[in-house]
């Protein structure tokens, strides 16, 4: 029986997918790259020749780009993402705690957003009953829509791009692009359609805690108390749910 292939997607790790679009670019002459890689580079790099020498290296720092692409001594930093459910960002609780106070964040809306994290009735998770997502919106939905009233301001959204998508927190180098899928079959979205796409979503209502289309929840809320995943509770991640609607949304408009 013939496997289903999705598309964008194939059964193989994140690192080797980074692998495969090394291996297949670097060293190649612009015009030895198939029609679609072709359109790619020439949308990050502008004009380019036939003639010229693509140059590509994976990252090997904890940052966003995962890796390097050069066409005469330009370099583009690339952010590759294959599967469901991407997580672009993750870090501890109280380091997201601090960005949104640096951003004038309100004591209020902070406590809320921690009895949101950790669904126990405390700030710090040490409450003795925890509660799935859906039990604490049926309690709490008004609490949660009022903090995404404060999140979903365009001029924190932009920072919160910056922050959770282009640049991270190691180094203050972003990203040139995002790259959704594999090497036989992808899209793409550059930085600045990144920024326009996120900002155009801020008013899309979500039930759940949320800066437009990225959401934002526990790596694990860990109901069953299982002491493998118990740190994970003290760490916030944003995945990005729609990305390949949105790029697909991007490159459909084009001009």
């Known amino acids: 029986m013939e496997q289903e292939v999705k598309p964008f997607n194939k059964n193989i790790s994140g690192y080797k997918n980074e692998d495969e679009f090394v291996q297949y670019l670097n060293k190649k002459k612009v015009c030895q790259v198939n029609p679609m890689?072709?359109?790619?580079?020439?949308?990050?790099?502008?004009?380019?020749?036939?003639?010229?020498?693509?140059?590509?290296?994976?990252?090997?720092?904890?940052?966003k780009a995962d890796i390097f692409i050069k066409i005469n001594n330009i370099i583009k930093r690339i952010s590759i993402k294959k599967g469901v459910k991407n997580s672009v960002h993750a870090e501890p609780i109280s380091m997201f705690l601090k960005f949104l106070t640096n951003n004038g964040f309100d004591q209020k809306t902070i406590v809320n957003i921690l009895k949101y994290h950790y669904a126990d009735g405390t700030t710090d998770g040490t409450g003795a009953e925890r509660f799935s997502v859906a039990q604490y919106k049926e309690k709490y939905q008004d609490e949660i829509n009022q903090i995404n009233k404060v999140m979903n301001q365009a001029d924190f959204i932009r920072k919160a791009i910056d922050k959770l998508v282009?640049?991270?927190?190691?180094?203050?180098?972003?990203?040139?692009?995002?790259?959704?899928?594999?090497?036989?079959?992808?899209?793409?979205?550059?930085?600045?359609?990144?920024?326009?796409?996120?900002?155009?979503?801020?008013?899309?209502?979500?039930?759940?805690?949320?800066?437009?289309?990225?959401?934002?929840?526990?790596?694990?809320?860990?109901?069953?108390?299982?002491?493998?995943?118990?740190?994970?509770?003290?760490?916030?991640?944003?995945?990005?749910?729609?990305?390949?609607?949105?790029?697909?949304?991007?490159?459909?408009?084009?001009?």
């Open 166 to 255: 282009l640049k991270g927190n190691q180094g203050d180098k972003s990203i040139d692009c995002i790259i959704y899928g594999i090497m036989e079959d992808f899209i793409w979205i550059t930085k600045e359609e990144v920024i326009q796409i996120l900002l155009n979503k801020k008013d899309e209502y979500s039930s759940g805690l949320h800066i437009s289309h990225l959401s934002l929840q526990p790596m694990a809320r860990c109901l069953n108390k299982n002491p493998r995943y118990e740190k994970d509770r003290h760490y916030i991640q944003a995945k990005w749910y729609n990305i390949s609607d949105d790029i697909i949304e991007v490159m459909n408009n084009r001009s």
């Open 37 to 63: 890689f072709y359109d790619f580079l020439e949308s990050i790099f502008g004009k380019i020749h036939d003639d010229d020498i693509i140059w590509a290296w994976k990252n090997d720092q904890l940052e």
